[in-house]
């Protein structure tokens, strides 16, 4: 055993990723979702650019996404930058598995994981159909579930990795009316990340939640938010107390937006993130110019969380476990143990 | 004008219903759903015996939930109160669009709708396939689209309502491991909550979130939990570092259940949220014996809500407006008008 034990020392010293102060200077193979336009654009680049091999994963690329797979090319080149486009769908498994399977024969490996697929409707809660709901959790939620279960056996095989969730401020704090099949998802995609978090950390798998505020430009996401399929319904709250009500919604909240809001501060906070060492990446980071109160709300229930799990006996759960770590401290026992049989 | 506001003035002061201090008194016309047994089943009969008209919506009225339609016709006939049962599949729009027409048409008005209907899982999040995700977004959160979207157009017709949402402490507090579809759902829940209660306020409908915390006895919460469909997936949890772990969030879970947790406080705060008058009910209240930091967490989260409403102008949409208030405050204008014209 203890000759196992000084072997594996001798493979952590001479593993690169033991190192995490090395972390910055390494070049991680780095998937994101929805990486056509806005934030997973944005991002996509700014991790090419920071010297990591990106796959930007984009659906239907020989069809209406044609032209984003050929911008990206042309970023690439221009920049003499390492990104890549790949199909992938996340409505679907086949697709997600076979997009990750290419990226871990092409690399044999991944590093990362970046959840950022989402979509945005718009309109009263009771005229969208149990259907459309449906749907939304599909594109906002059941697609990260997809991607987990392509991507996470290598990264457990890997015993490190770190998956990156791009949430919504509207998950804890304020939550402007006729938004509600977006922010239901979004709080769930939230939720599903905290306890995916959890049940990730002993296989050396970090967690990184990012949490951008509302940006009314600089995204596709409110113009190309969806509308409610029950028009009649959709019409009975126009014509009734919530006359115009849309339109005074989507002002307030522009007026709310300042001016310098900049969706590639997004960007550049995963690309720090990334860049963090392995262990000391922070669990959230919010990126929200109107301040919507969801960093304050965030601050404390992140807290009564991790106490939870402290009252249960579960405290170990709460940081990403290290292999390194790990062996060194069997290791250790090793030592103590022989230090102990000495002693008798 | 001002004849027709009088005239609108004088049926609000024959209407009972704009007398708020009367709700004690009130026999209201109460549906809850999932009433087969667990909260639903304690709620139902604790209204009923309060005096309400109550529906306890069960699916399968005359497949396996047969005996708990005879249980609760006994406990009506025992107790001499209006408890019955009503069959509704919250997973079927027909089946909610039947129950609550009927609920309508036997009563010719409906006051109360009660979302309780839930199911939970327990697992590795990464071992349930999006397949079962989407069933437990159905279950939890879809179902009480397709129970709004039976109701509130009465809801809205009257002028006035009240919508009761049981959700859970998870979406805001302690989350342990191994439970994340199950509070991702929740939390999707809870969100979908907040929105619609600034949506149904100037309809004159009223929303109250009741926030239980865990309870691992006293329903069959735990007990009836699904658990992954995908076993091999699991099975490498509980191979790797992960082994027992289950056990140990189940034990811990349960070590921080106070012993006297009664589950039947959940049922007693929705009897006394009913018996609140129209306008003073409190958004959310809390019935959390484990105190895992929803109701601390909670408490920031709806005042950084309700902040944003007041930034973006929409601060009306906080309370729930009267029909009384509305008129009075047209004949209040419409008497300063008069004042005014008379002035000039």
Same mark, same amino acid.
């Given at each position: 055993?203890?000759?196992?034990?000084?072997?594996?020392?001798?493979?952590?010293?001479?593993?690169?990723?033991s190192k995490p102060e090395m972390n910055k200077h390494m070049k991680n193979i780095i998937v994101i979702t929805g990486?056509?336009?806005?934030?997973?654009?944005?991002?996509?680049?700014?991790?090419?650019?920071?010297?990591?091999?990106?796959?930007? *994963?984009?659906?239907?690329?020989?069809?209406?996404?044609?032209?984003?797979?050929? +911008?990206?090319?042309?970023?690439?080149?221009?920049?003499?930058?390492?990104?890549?486009?790949?199909?992938?769908?996340?409505?679907?498994?086949?697709?997600?598995?076979?997009?990750?399977?290419?990226?871990?024969?092409?690399? $044999?490996?991944?590093?990362?994981?970046? #959840?950022?697929?989402?979509?945005?409707?718009?309109?009263p809660a009771e005229a969208f159909t149990p259907e459309q709901l449906a749907e939304l959790y599909d594109v906002n939620?059941?697609?990260?579930? &997809?991607?987990?279960?392509?991507?996470?056996?290598?990264?457990? $095989?890997?015993?490190?990795?770190?998956?990156?969730?791009?949430?919504?401020?509207?998950?804890?704090?304020?939550?402007?009316?006729?938004?509600?099949?977006?922010?239901?998802?979004?709080?769930?995609?939230?939720?599903?990340?905290?306890?995916?978090? &959890?049940?990730?950390?002993?296989?050396?798998? +970090?967690?990184?939640?990012?949490?951008?505020?509302?940006?009314?430009?600089?995204?596709? #996401?409110?113009? #190309?938010?969806? *509308?409610?399929?029950? $028009?009649?319904?959709?019409?009975?709250? +126009?014509?009734?107390?919530? $006359?115009?009500?849309?339109?005074?919604?989507?002002?307030?909240?522009?007026?709310?937006?300042?001016?310098?809001?900049?969706?590639?501060?997004?960007?550049?906070?995963?690309?720090?993130?990334?860049?963090?060492?392995?262990?000391?990446?922070?669990?959230?980071?919010?990126?929200?110019?109107?301040?919507?109160?969801?960093?304050?709300?965030?601050?404390?229930?992140?807290?009564?969380?991790? +106490?939870?799990?402290?009252?249960?006996?579960?405290?170990?759960?709460?940081?990403? &476990?290290?292999?390194?770590?790990?062996?060194? *401290?069997?290791?250790?026992?090793?030592?103590?143990?022989?230090?102990?049989?000495?002693?008798?």
């Amino acid at each position: 055993m203890a000759v196992l034990r000084e072997l594996f020392r001798i493979l952590i010293l001479l593993n690169p990723k033991s190192k995490p102060e090395m972390n910055k200077h390494m070049k991680n193979i780095i998937v994101i979702t929805g990486a056509s336009s806005g934030f997973g654009a944005l991002t996509a680049r700014a991790l090419a650019k920071a010297g990591h091999t990106v796959y930007a *994963s984009i659906r239907e690329t020989k069809g209406r996404n044609a032209p984003q797979v050929e +911008e990206a090319k042309k970023f690439a080149k221009d920049n003499n930058v390492d990104l890549r486009t790949i199909e992938l769908d996340v409505a679907s498994q086949a697709s997600a598995d076979a997009a990750i399977q290419k990226i871990i024969a092409d690399n $044999k490996r991944l590093d990362v994981v970046i #959840h950022n697929a989402g979509h945005m409707v718009f309109g009263p809660a009771e005229a969208f159909t149990p259907e459309q709901l449906a749907e939304l959790y599909d594109v906002n939620v059941l697609s990260t579930q &997809r991607v987990n279960r392509a991507a996470l056996p290598q990264l457990r $095989k890997q015993r490190r990795g770190l998956v990156v969730w791009v949430s919504s401020s509207s998950s804890a704090g304020g939550t402007p009316p006729y938004l509600a099949p977006y922010f239901a998802a979004k709080a769930g995609m939230d939720a599903l990340a905290v306890v995916y978090a &959890r049940e990730l950390t002993r296989w050396g798998i +970090e967690t990184t939640i990012i949490v951008p505020g509302a940006f009314t430009g600089g995204t596709n #996401h409110f113009a #190309h938010a969806g *509308s409610p399929a029950d $028009k009649a319904r959709a019409a009975e709250y +126009e014509a009734g107390p919530y $006359k115009g009500f849309a339109d005074d919604v989507l002002k307030g909240f522009a007026s709310i937006v300042p001016p310098d809001a900049n969706v590639e501060g997004v960007a550049d906070a995963i690309v720090k993130v990334v860049e963090t060492p392995f262990g000391k990446r922070p669990f959230r980071v919010h990126y929200d110019p109107t301040q919507d109160g969801a960093e304050v709300v965030n601050a404390v229930s992140d807290r009564v969380r991790a +106490e939870l799990l402290r009252r249960i006996g579960l405290t170990d759960v709460l940081t990403p &476990r290290s292999l390194a770590v790990e062996l060194q *401290s069997a290791a250790w026992s090793s030592h103590v143990e022989g230090e102990s049989n000495r002693r008798t």
